[in-house]
């Protein structure tokens, strides 16, 4: 099976003979092929995109809440359907895939109701008889380029923001996993979208240069690691555009003597091994102030070993890694670990899963006693791996927390609300759970978070996508009477 694009509405095939591969990741068998763009194909697709962007800035509020609300129906009632793609090229277990197209149902309920989000403000009386009032516009075209790990959910963060508020989209994919996206633009289609507001284009570093270049392309999201998220955003902005990418991350979740440590050992093992550590807001390290690690430790390695990992079909509870290269990466790393000194208490390189063998398989890993010089603490694996920090106090936890280059989530285990609340105020990521490990925000509030991990001012949805995805423009406006008449050169000052 050959996957292309979808330009003006319908499915198209592209003119570059370069093709990448699709995997299902649970059997290592190769399923389909992906075109991947050249930059004339991205030509075709932002051509239609300034065409239609044309129009659909005059579509009324009511007409796009309408399409809004008429695509949350289809992919509600397709919700299975959709989650069945995700699993099958991304590896995901059904559960983890289900969740996922659910977070994004989210922001499409919030893109049904941005209509009260646009209104301006008006000042009545700024001078005499003088009005003042802002007004919100789109932008016009805007790419979206998004990471394997949220095939679904990291479209829609942006994609029905972006439209709501009456920009056209083209849609720049993970070539890993490109089919489901292609799912969402036929369904937005098919409730009404007119064609050309939202395209997608598959490909990889040729298609987003093409998109990072085009003059016509006013704004980019990006969202993946972090050297292609710190690139995007030099070179977008280079040329002119306003880029907000979301990069890698490094999450650390604190756990505090006083913590309930059954609690705290469910959330790691949730948030370390859920969707096998690929997700940007994965705990990959836990921070354990003394003296709870051993009995912290104890309870993690239960449960871990208690999980199932293999086919995502199957009911288990951990699914492969995408690839073969990033499970052989992910495991180098599991090597590094050993080969450094921390302590595998339980180690995921030999797991029998419940699956095919030929498929990306690796279990959970536990690392102890992992120190802040070694690479399995350092690096972002984006594997089913978590390392245990030992430290003495909540000082050297919060001064560890922001001495790491990323800030995207972080969590902290206690029952102590001052403990809680200094914490909240004193670490310096963008999203901060106090017994919650992975704080990933709802629709109406923003996601993103700090220094390496994201690059821009403005987070994902909430009020910073509307922001994002909108221009503002004040109007100072008085209607002639006969009085305002005369001659006077200087300058306007309030009377
Ligand atoms: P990636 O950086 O390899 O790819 C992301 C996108 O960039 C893809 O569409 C890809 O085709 C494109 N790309 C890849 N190499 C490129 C290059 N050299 N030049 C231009 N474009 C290029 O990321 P990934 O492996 O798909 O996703 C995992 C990463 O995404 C992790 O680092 C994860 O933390 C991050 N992520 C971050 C968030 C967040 O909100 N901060 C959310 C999800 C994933």
């Keep these: ?49 300034a065409r239609a962007a044309r129009a659909w800035r005059d579509a009324s509020l009511a007409k796009r809440s309408t399409v809004l609300f008429a695509f949350r129906e289809l992919v509600h009632a397709r919700r299975d359907r959709l989650a069945e793609v995700i699993t099958a090229e991304h590896g995901k277990v059904l559960a983890d895939a289900a969740g996922e197209v659910q977070r994004g149902l989210e922001v499409i309920e919030y893109a049904c109701g941005l209509p009260s989000a646009l209104r301006g403000a008006f000042s009545e009386n ?8 802002t007004i919100r516009q789109p932008l016009g075209v805007v790419a979206v380029i998004s990471p394997f790990n949220f095939p679904v959910m990291v479209p829609l963060w942006f994609v029905p923001v972006a439209v709501a508020c009456g920009n056209a989209v083209v849609l720049k994919p993970s070539e890993k996993d490109p089919s489901a ?56 902005t280079a040329a002119g555009k306003r880029v907000q990418a979301l990069g890698g991350a490094k ?40 003296p709870v690690a051993d009995a912290l430790v104890e309870r993690i390695a239960r ?59 690796l279990g959970p890993t536990l690392f102890d006693r992992v120190t802040p010089d070694m690479s399995i603490y350092t690096d972002e694996i984006f594997g089913p791996v978590l390392s245990v920090v030992r430290v003495g106090s909540y000082d050297e936890a919060v001064d560890l927390v922001n001495a790491s280059p990323y800030g995207n989530g972080t969590a902290i285990f206690t029952n102590d609300g001052g403990a809680a609340r200094r914490y909240q105020h004193e670490v310096e990521v963008g999203m901060v759970g106090i017994n919650v490990p992975i704080p990933v925000p709802m629709a109406y509030h ?12 403005l987070h994902a949805h909430g009020e910073d996508g509307v922001r994002f995805f909108t221009r503002g423009k004040v109007v100072t406006s008085r209607w002639l009477d006969p009085r305002h008449g005369g001659v006077n050169l200087g300058f306007p000052t309030q009377t």
């Design 1 to 49: 099976m050959s996957i292309g694009h979808f330009v003006d509405g319908k499915r198209v095939g592209g003119t570059s003979d370069r093709r990448g591969d699709v995997f299902d990741p649970a059997t290592g068998r190769r399923t389909a092929e992906v075109e991947l763009a050249s930059a004339a194909d991205v030509d075709v697709a932002v051509q239609a995109a």
């Design 126 to 133: 700024v001078s005499t008889e003088v009005d003042s009032y």
């Design 181 to 236: 996206a292609l799912l969402l633009a036929e369904w937005f289609a098919e409730a009404g979208l007119p064609d050309g507001v939202l395209n997608v284009v598959n490909g990889d570093k040729e298609a987003v240069d093409a998109l990072l270049e085009h003059p016509e392309v006013r704004a980019v999201s990006f969202v993946g690691s972090t050297p292609i998220a710190r690139y995007v955003y030099q070179r977008g």
């Design 251 to 290: 999450n650390h979740m604190v756990v505090l003597p006083d913590a309930d440590l059954d609690l705290a050992a469910d959330a790691a093992v949730n948030a370390g091994f859920g969707s096998a550590g690929e997700r940007c807001m994965a705990i990959s390290v836990l921070v354990a102030v003394e």
């Design 303 to 361: 449960r871990v070993t208690g999980l199932r990992t293999g086919d995502g079909r199957r009911g288990c509870d951990m699914g492969p890694l995408v690839t073969a290269a990033h499970e052989a990466k992910v495991r180098s790393y599991v090597d590094a670990g050993v080969a450094a000194g921390a302590v595998p208490v339980v180690d995921g390189r030999d797991v029998t899963p419940d699956g095919d063998p030929d498929g990306f398989w």
């Design 446 to 457: 923003s996601f993103g978070g700090w220094k390496s991990s994201l690059f821009g001012d």
